[in-house]
């Protein structure tokens, strides 16, 4: 079945660093991928999407490129703040099994 | 650990009758709850956060009194879409705190109202 593989976490990484969070997936059509971002005590927001191959969402200064050719969805950000520190997650929707694969969640802790 | 279990995953039925969304945490009891609602191609929507024992709180807009939420047990919560209408078609997802900020979700239910 479908599946969606995120790194683990907690990443910990220090004011203006380069964040990586690296998402694989598997399905059997053509999903749309998110990325969403859980902020401690709120519920989930959408970071951003790509609804085909190729396409990049960006959103707050992350990207992420839909490719299809590594089935990844890797979520980068240039110079991370305090403010980023979140929980994060990879998930997959395809129409045709109506449903939402989610990835564990990556902890994200970023330090001043 | 940490698994939601979530029924149905799909149902169809008639307009006016009411629906009725079971999320039962197996392995960790969920003192938080979270339903969100999603369009196909498009982002969640928290629809509101129950908590065990106690009223949910609802986010703007969404009708207290059509979408019944029930926290009754730290292992139960249960969304109930009342007289529900070809509008309220969608896919409904709930999630789970557990730990020390962890979340985990169900897998989610597609209702088609007819």
């Known amino acids: 079945g479908d599946s969606v593989t995120q790194m683990e976490g907690p990443v910990t990484l220090s004011e203006e660093a380069f964040l990586t969070i690296n998402c694989t997936y598997t399905?059997?059509?053509?999903?749309?991928l998110f990325w969403y971002v859980q902020y401690p005590g709120e519920g989930l927001q959408l970071l951003l999407k790509?609804?085909?191959a190729d396409d990049k969402g960006s959103n707050k200064g992350f990207e992420a490129t839909y490719r299809k050719e590594t089935t990844s969805f890797h979520l980068e950000k240039g110079s991370v703040q305090v403010s980023d520190s979140a929980v994060y997650f990879c998930?997959?929707?395809?129409?045709?099994?109506?449903?939402?694969?989610w990835g564990a969640g990556t902890k994200l802790i970023i330090k001043p | 650990g940490a698994v939601v279990s979530q029924h149905p995953s799909r149902v169809i039925c008639k307009s006016g009758t009411s629906v009725k969304i079971e999320c039962r945490s197996l392995d960790f009891q969920a003192t938080t709850m979270f339903w969100y609602r999603q369009f196909p191609k498009q982002s969640l929507m928290l629809m509101a956060t129950s908590n065990e024992g106690s009223k949910a709180t609802y986010e703007q807009g969404v009708e207290k009194d059509k979408f019944l939420i029930n926290h009754a047990s730290l292992t139960l919560s249960t969304l109930t879409v009342t007289s529900a209408h070809p509008e309220d078609s969608s896919f409904y997802i709930c999630s789970a705190r557990w730990g020390r900020g962890g979340y985990t979700f169900g897998s989610g239910t597609r209702l088609t109202v007819v």
């Open positions: 998930a997959l929707y395809e129409d045709s099994n109506y449903q939402l694969i």
């Open positions: 399905a059997t059509g053509y999903p749309s």
């Open positions: 790509a609804t085909k």
